[in-house]
């Protein structure tokens, strides 16, 4: 009531004055004035006056709005607007407007506000034709104004014939503008929330609210293709405006169209086949557009369409999608190509319409498109052609593209304004198409990672609703508590036999039809925690890079800075949540299976162009932020041929230099990277015991095979006589390595024998510092470079030291990939005759502290091109590993054991006295460790004295300190027992087998 004794306050106050004003007219010049003006002053004075009296009758006797709608109340105003006194009709329409907006106007009423205002809307003044606008949009804003259709189009035409009026100023025109759009929402708003829910059935037909809506967007489809509306009473409106209107519309009111058949029917049989048959045309080489801003806005509402109704409208979509592919081709003009880029792109950002289109289209029998793979094919020829282009012109094409990018980290997106374009702005104009095919490329990464956490979500919670028996799994450590607070690296983790159970919850669903023939390798050998529906938990990383290192007290140069993260895709503008796909886990496998080729292919020749550290840095950063995201989206899903490709080529690009750029990859070119440090897939089966070739298929076809190796280029670095230095290192190989030691840690329980690719690459990084030891005088060439490695080893040292996260599995697969390593390297040093080092000693141990403390032989010099000696890096990491997993050591013993027997039959006594001294280390390391004693409990032992914590060697203290975590530091005497025997009765066979 107090809201109500106001209104009637301020509605008193404008009678008033509107009789005080019609009481100025008693003079015979005013009285001739308003005779001119066809005013009739007396009139508006008695009828203001009962008015008056009226209004506080109703506010004495305290009723309500109600009241207020009578005849009484709003004539002198009506009244008014009858006469041509622009001032007063400007004062009257605001009272109107307050009638309005507070419901006190009656149907009766309206009809009459709306006959007035028709009648005022000749008037030239823009005070009155702005107050024509407000008092409009405020009717409409009522949702029973769309129960009178007719009036509701009356009121709309009003707006947009005074949008159309040429005398109009600009003022006037962009209000009503703005006017149209807020009314046309307004419309579509009422039909959306009609209470009776009467169209909502199959028939097609709008009976509620939502009539005046459909009728609107008849009138807009009519004036979209040249004809005159037939609802609205205004004229041709210009076809920008209507397809700005249309966009609006298609874009921010889709539940209309999904919630009402008549909308769905509108789609399908008029708004669709217009916008084809109009998309065609502006994007057909051999006919000239009206404009370029109209096939902007053209182009714009059919992205529209696609993002959000691509479901409604199957058929029509394929030919939507291939038109603006079409568009893409080198003979259309360069603003049809950018602009045909720009939809694609605002398309695939959206990961669940990515997700909707790949399984509607690509993994559809009824439709001959792929709509992902075939987008990302066109993407990636418009990348081969800028890089093939790049390469023979003189300007840096690569840094103007970097330099986009840099804007971008910069906070300055790139306008593209195809309007302003002209050919003689061609070198531009294929940067920016270059720009937007790349944009393609990490939309579509971007958008995988993001489905492959949904579906891992997925997985997750189904694992944690099933009814399961207690699992025969080793007890796991708590992997949610971070190790140190100088930890580099942080250690959320979760129960990795979880995705084991969730397997067998997934397997049953129905596979999903390959696209592409051949496209997928087999993976049945694979473990069940590798398969494609399994989801594997994988690490998570306290940053979504995990290479932003804080703590980096570097004096190297400023550019080598952490790679800045993509946008993630946020709610705006995309699909909405009840529209959603629901994302499983076994498509979003084959989504990643059948997409990685092209992807690897178009970021791979960009990033072996990325060769100025300086002008493209930013470009490069991007590019190497997407072969992390790809690797942990195929790594989390369990498809190994995509995670491994892009885990190779990450190894490549770390430790290839410009001395040692390998040409090709296995001896085989992967399309759309040419030259430099191409990509190439190794497929390494899920085997513990064995590494067997496994074959992946290039995007041309080729198959190229791996062992889990590197490439010719990084086994060239690894095994060949020079090693690569710190001078030979640039910023990509800095970034590389961050990213592939980060990729390494979230993976590590499903990495499998592929870790082979990461102990190489640390081989090859330990080979690149300077030898000396803790004595010696590290090289000055290259500072800040060097500071960067050593905060690398620091990391890849972490590594190892929290190898007791893994899974058992994993410790397994590391150990594996270690003894291969050594292997292959010291048979190489021995074919080449190379003097392996002389074994760690107190004298020589030292060398081994850049490793992170395990003692090793001398390697060469950083500048090394002449024969040196080479370090054990991996036999001295299988010590470590052994240390820092005494709780293990059962499952680790045999494979250390096995291998250590392989180095002793060397015909190197140096060689034999580095293994012997291993074994020293790790059996002495293991009897003496607190974990395994037969004594009190290491708490204990602390207390009394008798075992302070700085006489044991570090890796022992780690292996206490996670053993204690999971509750096993205090292990019975028994234990320890059995562990002395086992050691010992290997350290006996070893005796008698030197013996005979």
């Known amino acids: 009531m107090a809201s109500d004794a106001a209104f009637y306050e301020v509605l008193e106050a404008d009678l008033r004055s509107l009789s005080s004003e019609a009481r100025k007219t008693d003079s015979i010049a005013t009285q001739i004035t308003g005779w001119l003006q066809h005013t009739d002053f007396p009139l508006i004075k008695e009828c203001a006056e009962r008015a008056l009296l009226r209004l506080r009758a109703i506010s004495q006797e305290g009723k309500g709005i109600e009241a207020v709608r009578t005849k009484e109340i709003l004539r002198p105003f009506l009244l008014v607007c009858e006469s041509k006194n622009p001032k007063l009709i400007g004062a009257v329409l605001g009272s109107i407007q307050k009638l309005l907006a507070h419901n006190a106007v009656s149907d009766e009423g309206r009809q009459q506000v709306i006959q007035a205002l028709n009648q005022v809307e000749k008037s030239s003044d823009d005070t009155v034709k702005l107050k024509i606008l407000q008092t409009a949009l405020t009717m409409l804003q009522n949702p029973s104004s769309s129960d ?42 009422h039909a959306v929330v009609d209470a009776n829910g009467s169209s909502r059935g199959s028939s097609g037909v709008a009976t509620g609210r939502e009539v005046a809506a459909v009728l609107l967007l008849q009138d807009l489809m009519n004036m979209c293709a040249g004809y005159p509306p037939s609802w ?31 909308f769905k029917a509108l789609l399908k049989n008029k708004v669709g086949p217009c916008l084809a048959e109009l998309s065609r045309t502006a994007l057909d080489p051999e006919v000239e557009p009206a404009s370029v801003g109209e096939a902007k806005l053209l182009l714009r509402c059919v992205g529209a369409l696609l993002r959000k109704h ?141 489905l492959a956490d949904a579906a891992n979500n997925a997985s997750k919670a189904s694992f944690e609703q099933l009814p399961l028996a207690p699992l025969a799994v080793t007890a796991t450590i708590d992997r949610c508590r971070s190790e140190s ?52 938990i994988i690490r998570k990383t306290s940053s979504n890079l995990g290479i932003n290192l804080s703590s980096r007290a570097t004096t190297g140069p400023s550019v080598l800075a952490a790679v800045s993260p993509r946008p993630s895709v946020t709610q705006t503008g995309s699909v909405q949540q009840s529209m959603q796909p629901a994302v499983t886990a076994a498509t979003v496998s084959t989504l990643v299976d059948v997409l990685w080729r ?28 997407a072969y992390q995201s790809y690797t942990y989206s195929a790594g989390g899903m369990g498809e190994v041929p995509a995670r491994d490709a892009f885990l190779a080529a990450l190894c490549e690009v770390a430790v290839t230099t410009e001395k040692h750029e390998a040409p090709s990859v296995h001896g085989h070119a992967v ?3 040419q030259g430099g440090a191409g990509p190439r897939a190794s497929g390494p089966t899920a085997s513990e015991d064995q590494q067997t070739a496994a074959t992946t298929t290039t995007a041309s076809g080729t198959a190229i095979a791996s062992s889990g190796s590197m490439g010719s280029g990084a086994a060239a670095a690894l095994l060949g006589p020079t090693s690569i ?42 080979r690149a510092l300077p030898a000396g030891g803790q004595g010696g005088k590290l090289d000055d060439s290259a500072p800040g470079m060097l500071s960067e490695l050593m905060i690398i080893l620091t990391i890849a040292n972490q590594l190892f030291e929290q190898s007791s996260l893994m899974s058992p599995d994993a410790q397994v697969s590391l150990m594996l990939a270690l003894s291969e390593v050594s292997s292959r ?134 292996a206490t300190s996670n053993g204690s975590t999971a509750g096993e530091s205090s292990s019975s005497g028994g234990a320890a027992g059995d562990v002395e025997h086992m050691l010992l009765v290997a350290l006996e066979s070893m005796y008698k087998e030197e013996r005979e």
């Open 725 to 766: 230095c710190v001078a030979d290192l640039k910023v990509k190989n800095i970034h590389a390595l961050r990213i592939l030691f980060n990729c390494a840690y979230r993976l590590a329980d499903v990495l499998g024998p592929s870790w082979v690719l990461v102990v190489e690459v640390l081989c090859i990084l330990d």
């Open 825 to 958: 390297t010291l048979a190489a040093a021995q074919q080449q005759g190379f003097a392996a080092g002389a074994a760690s000693g107190p004298g020589t141990a030292a060398l081994g502290s850049s490793l992170g403390g395990a003692g090793g032989p001398a390697g060469p010099t950083a500048g090394g091109g002449s024969t040196g000696t080479y370090r054990l890096t991996a036999l001295n990491r299988m010590v470590e590993v052994l240390l820092f997993n005494l709780l293990r050591i059962q499952d680790l013993w045999g494979i250390f054991l096995s291998h250590l027997m392989e180095v002793l039959h060397s015909g190197n006594s140096s060689v034999r006295a580095a293994a012997i001294d291993a074994l020293d280390r790790s059996l002495t390391g293991a009897i003496a460790a607190p974990c395994l004693t037969q004594a009190q409990p290491q708490s204990s032992r602390r207390a009394s004295g008798s075992q302070p914590a700085s006489a044991v060697p570090a890796p022992l203290q780690t």
């Open 232 to 262: 609205l009473k205004c004229p041709l409106v210009g076809r920008p405006f209507v397809l700005d209107l249309l966009e609006f519309v298609l874009l921010h009111r889709p539940t209309a169209f999904h919630q009402h058949s008549a």
């Open 148 to 189: 009178n259709e007719e009036g509701a189009g009356q009121v709309l035409s009003l707006c947009i014939r005074i949008y159309c009026h040429n005398r109009s100023s600009p003022t006037v025109v962009s209000t009503a503008a703005a006017t149209v759009r807020q009314a046309v929402a307004l419309l579509f708003d």
């Open 485 to 536: 607070a100088g930890s580099l690296l942080a250690l959320p983790r979760g129960n990795s036999a979880a995705p084991a159970a969730t397997a067998g919850a997934t397997s049953s669903a129905s596979t999903p039809r390959t696209p592409l023939s051949g496209s997928r390798n087999s993976t049945a050998a694979q473990s069940p925690a590798l398969g494609p529906a399994a989801g594997p």
């Open 310 to 450: 691509v479901l409604l409208l199957p058929d029509l979509s394929v030919t939507l999608i291939e038109t603006l592919l079409a568009g893409c081709k080198t003979n259309r003009m360069p603003w049809q190509r950018l602009l045909s880029l720009q939809v694609l792109r605002w398309l695939l950002s959206d990961p669940y319409l990515l997700y909707a289109l790949f399984t509607s289209y690509d993994m559809s029998i009824h439709h001959d498109v792929n709509a992902v793979h075939d987008t990302l094919h066109v993407a990636l020829e418009i990348v081969k052609a800028f890089i093939k282009t790049a390469d023979s012109s003189d300007e840096d094409l690569i840094g103007s593209l970097s330099a986009i990018y840099r804007s971008k980290l910069d906070g300055k997106e790139q306008q593209i304004d195809v309007d302003t374009m002209t050919p003689a702005h061609a070198a531009g104009q294929e940067v920016m198409i270059a720009y937007l095919a790349l944009e393609v490329l990490l939309a579509v990464v971007s958008g995988v990672e993001t």
């Open 598 to 625: 092209p992807l690897l292919a178009g970021l791979s020749g960009v990033l072996s162009r990325c060769t100025d550290s300086s002008r493209h840095e930013a470009l490069m950063l991007q590019v190497l932020r």
């Open 671 to 673: 399309e759309g990277a």
